[in-house]
Structure formats: C-alpha cells, structure tokens
C-alpha cells in the first residue's frame, strides 16, 4: 500500500529482458539502508518487489502482464522515474490509498500554465472514466493528485510547484503516457451498489437516482 507522496526521482539504469519479462534495476536516492530483498516499492506508481539491493541500487522483475498493461514496457536506460516505498504503520497518509495496481494508461492531451501551477487535462480510457470525480482522488505515474474538472473521458489536474519540481511530471509534454490508478472507494462503491439493487433498475449503473436511494447523496445536492 502506498500513498501517492512521491519520495524521489530515480533512473532506469539497465534493462534485462528475456521471453517477455524483464528484470529492471534503477537508482534511488536512498541509503544502502533504504530498501530491503522484498520490499515493496511503486515505480511511475506500479507495484513492484525488490530482487536485489546494492547501495542506492535496486532491482525488480517485471511480468509479461506488467509490461503489456502499463507504460514500463516502454521505458528505456536512463529514464526517469518515481519513486514511493510502501507504506509503514506510523506513515502519515497524506496523499490517499493507493494499491500500486495500476488501471489502465491515459494520456496527456493538453497543459498550460496556471499561475505558478500547470494545469494538465488527461484522457482517460472510457471504462475508467466514470471512476474519476472532481475533488476525487486519482494517482498518475504515482502521484496523488485531486481531479478539478471532468469531461466525457477527460479530467483535470493542477500540479503545483513543489509537485513539478519533486516528481518526473514537470517534464511531461503533450502526448505522454501515464499510469492511472483510480481511487478504489469508488471501485467498491459501485460493486456494492450493484449487488445490493436489482439488475432491472438500475441497468448495472451507479446513477444519481440510486446514490440517492441509499442515502449516499441528499436529494437536494447538484
């Protein structure tokens, strides 16, 4: 489990690859001490488990699985990436819950500036896009971030300074690929919603109509 509070920017320092897997071993900005043979670490905000360590050095395998569904396979020597460890007991949460399973890969349709901040609008695949809400939580290449504004298959972020200055997303330009994992309280609302109210009424669709039915919104809310 992690947080979406990226710890550092690491690299892509050598790629091994063999029958559709592969073995990655990056840098970190950590200590020898920072990451231990099966640690959990999320990289672009992908799950992944420590092989090997050696000093600010680490390795993981990735499956054919991993390589196909997320935008690691597309990664090459000396690329940048995020970095998060697992979470402990006394971690402060600060971002949200973030599962490192990752759900699919949007794209960066378009950024501007926004005073100090950059605003970027993503496409969402469109069987993702009812999980993203605004003011809801969404993890891209894991980050943490708050949805400001929804389209049909597009949101919105704002991706303040400190946030362009500490994480690989100050760099991304128009028609980037990233990893999107949608926040799971959404994912789990709607499967008990499902299974709670008759196929016939509500087509196997969260609506206004049903949220407000089990008291999850007031009939008066916009």
């Known amino acids: 489990m992690f947080t979406g509070i990226i710890e550092g920017i690491g690299a ?31 990289i672009n905000g992908v799950c992944l488990t420590v092989t090997k360590g050696n000093g600010g050095r680490f390795s993981a395998d990735l499956s054919r699985e991993t390589l196909d569904r997320t935008t690691l396979g597309a990664l090459v020597e000396s690329d ?57 939580s969404v993890c891209l290449d894991g980050v943490s971030l708050t949805v400001n504004a929804v389209g049909a298959d597009t949101f919105e972020v704002n991706i303040i300074p400190h946030t362009l200055t500490h994480t690989t997303l100050g760099g991304y330009r128009q028609g980037r690929q990233v990893n999107i994992e949608v926040d799971v309280v959404a994912r789990y609302l709607e499967r008990l919603l499902q299974a709670g109210v008759p196929a016939e009424t509500s087509g196997g669709r969260v609506t206004r109509e049903l949220l407000q039915q089990h008291g999850y919104i007031s009939p008066e809310s916009n």
Do not use: C, Q
């Open 12 to 42: 892509l320092a050598a790629i091994e690859r063999r029958e559709g897997e592969a073995t990655y071993v990056l840098t970190t900005p950590w200590a020898a001490d920072g990451l231990a043979l099966g640690d959990s670490v999320a």
């Open 80 to 136: 940048a990436v995020n970095l998060e460890r697992a979470v402990t007991p006394t971690t402060r949460l600060g971002g949200h819950l973030v599962s490192g399973h990752v759900d699919g890969v949007g794209i960066l349709e378009a950024l501007w500036d926004d005073g100090t901040s950059r605003r970027m609008r993503f496409r969402a695949p469109s069987e993702l896009a009812r999980y993203i809400a605004v003011k809801g």
